[in-house]
């Protein structure tokens, strides 16, 4: 996006000159003749550098540099002034102006000055992301796995992180790695130098949620002392992710689909919209579809979002895949606790591939990690992995015919299903053609369940 500037000078014949210069070398230019105005015009735009004359017909300059800086300390402000005017143009620079430039002056020195602040500014806001990128581990934006799943979901965001401004919906289960997707459009993106904004629509009180994603006028409502950026305008120029917006609530959801619709929106408050410039990614582990149907979720919302689905397979669907986190969680695990452990032996390996893991990616790495904390020897054996694996997840067990009276409630999903498949096959006198019939599935799906668990006839 163009840096943006606003001129702040009530001689027209300057103004109009400085106007015309500063577009023809390719920013975007708004001018104002007074402070009053001056003020309305950063409220409706987002503006990174001010030349602010210091005296003005309705406010004197420093006084406006000072409302400036409550509103946002990171606009820089350039202060133009005579030269009888030199003491009190140092003294604005130490209440927060960037600059000072004497008049009369050459173009060719404001030009140079303008060039040196905006480098500065961006140098700055280089630093930031870079601090918060060295905060995001690597794994945060990698997807790791080999599996035909993963390998599926890779080449999409691949292809999704190539277009500038297309909604991204993301869906699967909790622990799947949908914040994880969502880093990886994002930082292999155009966008990728700045800001990806996170929030979780579900962690913060429907009250609270707006003013979070739209900031809010001062006076907007009893504790509202200051005006406040949201998210949207701080991610201007690149990503925000919408965590659980299954549970957003109508409202604003109405207000979600404004912005992907027109770009802009108002803060709580506010009188004048905003124009942002933001890719939205939502996530969601409910079926939205569903959810529409009910009424609870706008259907016009969701078909925007859905422009490009991720669908994040379940690890219990990336079999292949869990040897291989589990040896990568070992190596993180290793130089955080100090510890030397080479893998896990042949009896855990059995055990994690065989659990269904419910909680995903990051029950396993959950797990990993408090087998690494309890091993003193070279291997994690099952000993040291929860009894919930040990006992459901097939350690030592061999198909058993068990009839419904024996399926107890606390059974898992995964479990039933499995001593179903077997209890039909056996039938069938494990004539895959008929159970598929029976089942009501294809042949290609029984045979991924038969591998998922691991069902044989010996």
Request: overall charge neutral; some cysteine.
């Amino acid at each position: 996006m163009k840096p943006s500037i606003l001129i702040i000078e009530d001689d027209d014949t300057m103004r109009e000159t400085l106007s015309h210069v500063l577009k023809r070398d390719g920013y975007e230019v708004y001018s104002e003749n007074s402070g009053s105005g001056a003020l309305s015009m950063i409220k409706k735009n987002i503006i990174d550098l001010i030349l602010l004359d210091m005296r003005l017909p309705d406010v004197d300059g420093l006084e406006l540099l000072k409302k400036i800086k409550e509103f946002d300390t990171e606009i820089l402000v350039i202060m133009m002034t005579a030269y009888s005017d030199v003491q009190t143009a140092v003294t604005a620079m130490k209440s927060g102006a960037y600059h000072y430039i004497n008049k009369p002056f050459e173009l060719e020195e404001l030009k140079l000055l303008i060039e040196k602040g905006l480098e500065t500014k961006s140098l700055i806001n280089e630093l930031r992301r870079f601090h918060r990128l060295q905060k995001e581990e690597d794994q945060n934006s990698r997807l790791f796995g080999n599996s035909a799943q993963i390998q599926y979901v890779k080449e999409l965001i691949g292809m999704i992180s190539k277009t500038n401004k297309t909604s991204v919906l993301i869906q699967g289960e909790s622990g799947t790695g949908k914040e994880v997707a969502a880093n990886a459009i994002h930082y292999n993106s155009k966008r990728t130098n700045k800001p990806l904004m996170k929030i979780n629509c579900s962690a913060i009180p429907d009250s609270l949620l707006e003013s979070e994603l739209f900031g809010y006028e001062k006076g907007a409502f009893t504790d509202a002392k200051t005006t406040r950026k949201g998210l949207f305008e701080l991610a201007d120029g690149g990503t925000i992710f919408l965590d659980e917006i299954g549970d957003m609530k109508p409202l604003l959801q109405s207000k979600i689909l404004r912005v992907i619709e027109n770009q802009s929106f108002m803060r709580v408050g506010g009188e004048r919209e905003l124009k942002v410039d933001v890719r939205i990614i939502a996530a969601t582990n409910k079926n939205l579809e569903s959810l529409v149907k009910e009424g609870i979720f706008r259907n016009d919302l969701y078909y925007r979002l859905k422009v490009m689905v991720v669908a994040m397979p379940p690890l219990r669907d990336r079999e292949d895949d869990i040897l291989l986190l589990s040896n990568l969680f070992i190596e993180e695990n290793n130089k955080e606790y100090s510890k030397n452990i080479k893998g896990l032996s042949d009896e855990a390996k059995k055990v994690v591939v065989h659990y269904p893991w419910p909680g995903n990616v990051r029950e396993l790495k959950n797990v990993i990690e408090r087998a690494t904390i309890l091993t003193d020897q070279p291997f994690i054996t099952p000993k040291q992995l929860p009894f919930e694996l040990r006992q459901n997840g097939g350690y030592g067990r061999k198909n058993i015919e068990l009839d419904s009276t024996q399926i107890s409630e606390s059974m898992p999903l995964e479990e039933v299903e499995k001593i179903h498949l077997y209890n039909v096959l056996k039938k069938l006198d494990w004539n895959k053609s008929k159970a598929s019939k029976s089942l009501g599935i294809s042949r290609a799906t029984l045979r991924a369940k038969i591998k998922r668990y691991h069902i044989s006839d010996n």
